[in-house]
């Protein structure tokens, strides 16, 4: 069955700094894979999704993550946080019938 | 362009009463998704509908619960008798689900942030 697995559910960094944050998948084929931002009091909003055609998938507001099959991993990174990065971020994938599994999420604080 | 459209998007009411939650998804769509938000239980599946059939309702938790997706432009989610453990945050999202493209992104509306007294 497909799950995803986000290793950390709470990451603080400086204003500045780099930013990663941990997602291990389970898929017995080849995945889907997406990751999505919610700011409170909102709905989730995609960042990226990779679908196979490349593994280095870039998205908005400066994200991106690399697919890695050795690992099963699919961490996300950006160069230097923004005070605007603070918020929950999801790693989801897709069951085979089509359903979003979605992580436990990961709290991004970002300290001036 | 607009979003997934919910509303309210806060609703207070007495433990007994009927709850209905709108949402308006995004012109084009043909997949609608209803999802809950709890602390505990995180983001839930609740009810998925394509081209306006509901496809999987296996995550509606109980009798209690209903959705209705009368045409391409709305649908509701009901709760009746409403329960104060029923009290969380409900998202609809839309997608648009063609054969051959499976990984389309889902669109989340702001949900409805309910809470059951």
């Known amino acids: 069955a497909q799950s995803v697995t986000q290793l950390d559910s709470h990451v603080s960094v400086s204003e500045g700094t780099p930013v990663l944050l941990r997602c291990n998948y389970s898929?017995?084929?080849?995945?889907?894979l997406f990751w999505y931002v919610q700011h409170p009091n909102k709905g989730l909003q995609l960042l990226l999704k990779?679908?196979?055609?490349?593994?280095l998938v870039k998205g908005i507001n400066g994200f991106e993550a690399e697919f890695k099959k050795s690992e099963t991993s699919f961490h996300l990174t950006k160069p230097s946080a923004h005070m605007s990065d603070a918020a929950e971020y999801f790693c989801v994938t897709r069951s085979n019938t089509g359903k979003l599994i979605f992580g436990q999420g990961t709290t991004l604080q970002v300290k001036p | 362009d607009a979003g997934v459209i919910q509303s309210p998007r806060h609703e207070v009411t007495e433990m007994g009463q009927e709850v209905t939650l709108r949402c308006k998804p995004i012109s084009g769509h043909n997949s609608l998704f209803w999802y809950r938000q709890t602390m505990m239980r995180g983001l839930e599946l609740l009810i998925y509908f394509n081209n306006n059939v509901p496809i999987d309702d296996s995550g509606m938790p109980e009798d209690r619960f209903s959705a209705k997706m009368p045409n391409a432009s709305f649908s509701t989610l009901k709760i009746q008798p409403s329960e104060p453990r029923d009290s969380a945050v409900y998202f609809c999202?839309?997608?648009?689900?063609?054969?051959?493209?499976?990984?389309?992104?889902?669109?989340f509306g702001d949900g409805t942030r309910l809470s059951i007294l």
């Open positions: 990779y679908t196979s055609a490349a593994t």
């Open positions: 898929s017995s084929y080849s995945p889907s």
């Open positions: 999202a839309s997608s648009s689900i063609a054969l051959g493209q499976a990984d389309q992104p889902q669109h």
